[in-house]
C-alpha cells in the first residue's frame, strides 16, 4: 500500500512538474534523473523497449501531414510499444497522435517526433555544403535556430542534423549534406548547428542529432552505404572531431551509420558507441541507428538474424531503433534468456526519457502543436530574410575577368539561358524537407523583378539537364546573338546529390558543356552560374568563360539572391570548403595531405603524381574571390618559441586594394614538420571573416597554444610534440604568406 502511494505522489509530481520527493535535489540534471528513475520504476520491461522503437510514419519513407492514424498504430501507441515516430508532421497531427500516447497509454509518456530538417523546414534554406562556404559558423547558427522556429511551429521537436561527415570524396553524394573536408571548419560548423537548432530548449527549439556516427563519409570509391576502411589515427584526427565537437556543444543526439568501420558496422560498435562516446566523451544523451541500420547487421554478415542484430546493437550501446523492429519484436525475449541485462534496457530508456524531460514533453506535451504559431512563422517574412541573407553568404565566385562581375545596370538586354536557369524544383537542392517548388525564386524570375523592366530579359532553355537532346541550341543561340549578355545557368539537377546519389565522374551532366562551347562562339560575354550539390571539374568553362559564381543549391530565394550578387548590392564572399579536382581520376584530393616521401614534382619523373595532370586541383580548399582584390602581409609572431603554456600570438595585415567594399575569410594554417607520425602538409586552425572598405587595411590577430597542435601520435596519445611548425596566412589554402615557430619544452 505504502509502495503504491509513493508511486502515485512520484506520479503526480511528475505531471505537476513538483519534486516533492527530496530536498536535496539543485541540479536540472538531477532533477532530470530523478524524475526519469520515478518514471522507469513504473514501466514493464515491453513498456520500456517500446521507448527503442521508432516507426516511420506511412509506408516507406516520406512525410506524412494530417491522416487518420491506422489501428495497428493507435494500438502500438496505446501499448506504449513507441517511443518516437519520424515523417508524422503538422501541429495538428503531431497533437492526434500524442494525445492517444498520453491519454490512452497507461503511463502517458510523451512521443518525440522527428523529421530530416537539414537546411529548413519549408523556407528552404542552401544546402549545409553551401552554408560551410560562408566560412560563418555564426550564420550556419542563424540558419538552423530559423529552421528549428519553423519545424517546432509543425509539431517537430528533433531533426536528424546535422550531418557532420568529413567527406573527402565529390562523387559521394552526401557531400552536399555536409560542411566538407576540413576537420576544423567541420567542427566549428558542427557547434554552431547544434546550437542554431537546440537553443535554450525553448519551444522554438528542436533537439540536433549528429550523423552518421562515424566515418561515413570515408565510403570507398566514394559509393553511398560502402565499406569505410580507415586507420584508426584517420579516425580521431579526420573523422571524429566534428562529432565531438558536436558532444561538446551539448548535442543530445547521435545517429549511428549504415557503414561498416574497420570490419565493424557502427550500429554494432561498442567501440564508437560506448567507449569513445560515452566513456571518452561523456555523451549524456542517446544514439538512434539509421534507418534498418540495426536490420542491416545481418546484410552486413555479423549478425544470423534479426535477433542476434538486435542482441549486438543494443549491448553495443544503440538505444533507439529506426524502422527495424528488431527491438521491439526481440529484445524481451533477449532479456529472458539473460543475453541483453534489464540494466543495459533501463540505460537506454533513461538516455530516452532524460531527452522528453529535457524537452518538456512531460510537462507539456502539446508544447510543439500550435496551430497558430505554425500559421505565422511557416514561410514568414522574417525566416524568408534569414535565408536570403545565408544565400547571398554562401556562393563562391570562382573567376572573375575583366571584371565582368558586378554587372551593369545598363545592359539593354541580358539573355538568361541554360537548364537551371527557370527550374524553380532544383534551386531546392536535396533532402528538401517540406520544401515547395511554388515557393521558390528561379533565376529567371530573381533577375526580371530586379531589373524591373529597365533591362530586357530574354530565356532560353537550350538544353536539359542530363539529357542527350541538342534541339534546344539553335534557340539559345539565337537569344544569345539578340543579346548584351548571357548569363548562363549550369549545373546538377537537385536529385543527383544526397543520399544514394553518388556519381562516378564530376563532369556537368548531358550536354551542358557543349552548349556553354556553342553560346561561346557567339562571342557574347558570358556569366556563369552553377548550382550543384558537390564539386564539378569544370575545366573548359575555368578556362574560357569569363565569370563563374558557384551558387551550389541555395534554397527558396535562389533568384532573389543571385540577382542581388551579381548586380553587385552584396559583395560575394565565400570560400570553398571542399577542394574541387581537374577531374574525378585526381580523387582523393584535399588540402590537409601528407608529404609522401616523394612529393609530387613533374620535372622528377619518379615523384607522386599523375603523368597527365598538373599537381594541383581546380579550385583549392579555401579558395573564393571577391569583386574587390585583397593583399596580404607582415605576417607577424609575438615569439618564435613557445611552451605548452604560452600564447602565441598570429598577425597578418589584410588590405582592401581593389574598388568595393567587401568581406574576406582570412585563413590560418600551420603545418607540424617533424613528428613521430607523419604530419599533413597544411592543417586550418583559424579562420576570421572582415569587412574591410575600399583602401581600407586591418591587422588580423590570431591566437594559438599547445592544444591546438595535438594530433594522435605514434603510442595513440592526443598530445603534441616540440618541434618546429611553420605557419601560413593568406586568402585560401595555397595563396599565403609563411612564417614559423618552435615549440619547445618547458
Ligand atoms: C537515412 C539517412 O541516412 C539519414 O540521414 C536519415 O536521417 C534517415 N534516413 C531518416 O530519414
Redesign the pocket.
Known amino acids: 500500500m505504502k509502495k503504491h502511494l509513493n508511486t502515485l505522489i512520484i506520479l503526480l509530481s511528475i505531471f505537476f512538474n513538483q519534486i516533492t520527493f527530496t530536498q536535496e535535489i539543485k541540479s536540472t540534471d538531477e532533477i532530470i534523473s530523478a524524475r526519469v528513475d520515478s518514471v522507469i520504476a513504473l514501466m514493464t520491461l515491453d513498456e520500456k523497449i517500446g521507448q527503442l522503437n521508432q516507426l ?1 510514419f506511412g509506408i516507406g ?1 516520406g512525410p506524412t501531414v494530417k491522416s487518420n492514424v491506422p489501428d495497428e498504430y493507435k494500438e502500438l501507441i496505446r501499448e506504449g510499444k513507441i517511443g518516437s515516430f ?2 508524422a508532421l503538422g501541429a495538428d497531427f503531431t497533437r492526434d497522435l500524442q494525445k492517444i500516447a498520453v491519454t490512452e497509454s497507461r503511463l502517458k509518456i510523451p512521443l518525440i517526433f522527428g523529421y ?1 530538417v537539414i537546411h529548413g523546414f519549408k523556407t528552404i534554406f542552401p544546402i549545409p555544403l553551401a552554408e560551410a562556404a560562408t566560412w560563418q559558423p555564426e550564420m550556419l547558427e542563424m540558419s538552423t535556430h530559423y529552421q528549428a522556429l519553423e519545424a517546432s511551429s509543425a509539431g517537430i521537436n528533433w531533426t ?1 542534423s546535422p ?1 557532420v561527415d568529413i567527406a573527402r570524396d565529390p562523387r559521394w553524394g552526401r557531400i552536399m ?1 555536409g560542411s566538407g573536408e576540413d576537420p576544423y571548419l567541420g567542427s566549428l560548423m558542427a557547434a554552431a548547428s547544434v546550437r542554431g537548432y537546440q537553443g535554450n530548449l525553448s519551444d522554438k527549439n528542436i533537439i540536433a ?1 549528429a ?2 556516427y562515424a566515418g561515413y563519409g570515408g565510403a570507398e570509391g566514394g559509393r553511398d552505404y560502402n565499406t569505410v576502411d580507415i586507420s584508426e589515427r584517420t579516425l580521431q584526427d579526420v573523422y571524429l572531431p566534428p562529432f565531438k565537437s558536436a558532444v561538446d556543444a551539448g548535442v543530445q543526439t547521435l ?1 549511428a551509420s ?1 557503414n561498416e568501420i574497420n570490419g565493424v558496422p557502427s550500429s554494432a560498435s561498442k567501440y564508437l558507441l560506448t567507449d569513445v562516446l560515452r566513456d571518452e566523451w561523456g555523451f549524456k544523451g542517446f544514439v538512434v541507428s ?2 534498418n541500420s540495426i536490420g542491416e547487421l545481418v546484410i552486413h554478415g555479423v549478425a544470423v538474424d534479426l535477433k542476434q542484430a538486435a542482441n549486438i546493437a543494443i549491448n553495443a550501446g544503440l538505444d533507439m531503433d ?1 524502422e527495424s523492429r528488431a527491438y521491439i519484436t526481440y529484445l524481451a525475449a533477449l532479456v529472458k534468456e539473460g543475453k541483453v541485462s534489464e540494466e543495459t534496457v533501463n540505460e537506454s530508456v533513461k538516455r530516452v526519457l532524460r531527452v522528453k524531460f529535457l524537452l518538456g514533453l512531460f510537462d507539456d506535451p502539446f508544447k510543439y502543436c500550435n496551430e497558430e504559431r505554425e500559421k505565422e512563422t511557416i514561410l514568414s517574412k522574417e525566416v524568408k530574410d534569414a535565408a536570403l541573407e545565408v544565400a547571398k553568404k554562401s556562393f563562391v565566385l570562382l573567376k572573375n575577368e575583366n571584371n565582368l562581375l558586378p554587372l551593369k545596370k545598363d545592359y539593354k538586354k541580358i539573355a538568361v539561358i541554360g537548364p537551371l536557369a527557370n527550374s524553380t524544383e532544383n534551386p531546392l537542392g536535396g533532402w528538401a524537407a517540406m520544401g515547395d517548388s511554388s515557393d521558390v525564386i528561379s533565376i529567371l524570375a530573381g533577375l526580371k523583378n530586379y531589373v524591373k523592366g529597365n533591362t530586357e530579359i530574354l530565356f532560353s532553355e537550350g538544353c536539359k539537364i542530363n539529357d542527350p537532346s541538342t534541339i534546344g541550341f539553335t534557340d539559345a543561340i539565337n537569344t544569345a546573338n539578340n543579346s548584351d549578355i548571357v548569363i548562363l545557368c549550369l549545373g546538377e539537377g537537385n536529385d543527383m546529390s544526397g ?1 544514394a546519389c553518388s556519381r562516378s565522374t564530376l563532369d556537368l551532366p548531358g550536354v551542358q558543356e557543349q552548349l556553354a562551347k556553342e553560346l561561346f562562339k557567339t562571342g557574347k560575354p558570358i556569366v556563369v552560374v552553377l548550382m550543384n550539390g558537390r564539386p564539378l571539374s569544370i575545366n573548359w568553362l575555368n578556362e574560357n568563360i569569363l565569370a563563374i559564381l558557384e551558387t551550389w543549391f541555395p534554397g527558396i530565394t535562389a533568384g532573389e539572391a543571385i540577382a542581388q550578387v551579381l548586380f553587385g548590392d552584396y559583395n560575394p564572399a565565400g570560400k570553398l570548403p571542399v577542394t574541387f579536382p581537374r577531374t574525378v581520376g585526381q580523387i582523393p584530393i584535399y588540402y590537409n595531405h601528407k608529404n609522401s616521401g616523394r612529393p609530387g614534382d613533374l620535372k622528377n619523373h619518379y615523384t607522386s603524381k599523375y603523368l597527365d595532370l598538373p599537381l594541383t586541383p581546380l579550385y583549392p580548399f579555401g579558395y573564393g574571390l571577391s569583386y574587390t582584390t585583397f593583399s596580404y602581409s607582415n605576417l607577424s609572431l609575438n615569439k618564435n618559441k613557445i611552451t605548452k603554456n604560452d600564447k602565441l600570438q598570429i598577425s597578418v595585415t589584410v588590405k582592401n586594394t581593389g574598388n568595393y567594399d567587401g568581406e574576406e575569410v582570412v585563413q590560418l594554417y600551420i603545418q607540424d614538420l617533424v613528428g613521430s607520425v607523419t604530419r599533413p602538409v597544411k592543417e586550418l586552425k583559424r579562420f576570421q571573416k572582415i569587412f574591410l572598405k575600399k583602401g581600407e587595411s586591418k591587422t588580423v590577430e590570431f591566437t594559438l597554444s599547445e592544444k591546438d597542435l595535438r594530433f594522435t601520435t605514434a603510442d595513440m596519445k592526443f598530445a603534441s610534440e616540440p618541434g618546429t611548425f611553420k605557419v601560413y596566412a593568406g586568402t585560401n589554402s595555397v595563396d599565403v604568406l609563411e612564417s614559423q615557430f618552435e615549440l619547445v619544452q618547458d
Open positions: 516511420s519513407w519520424l515523417n530530416d536528424f550531418m549534406e542529432c550523423k552518421h545517429m549504415f539509421d534507418w529506426m543520399e
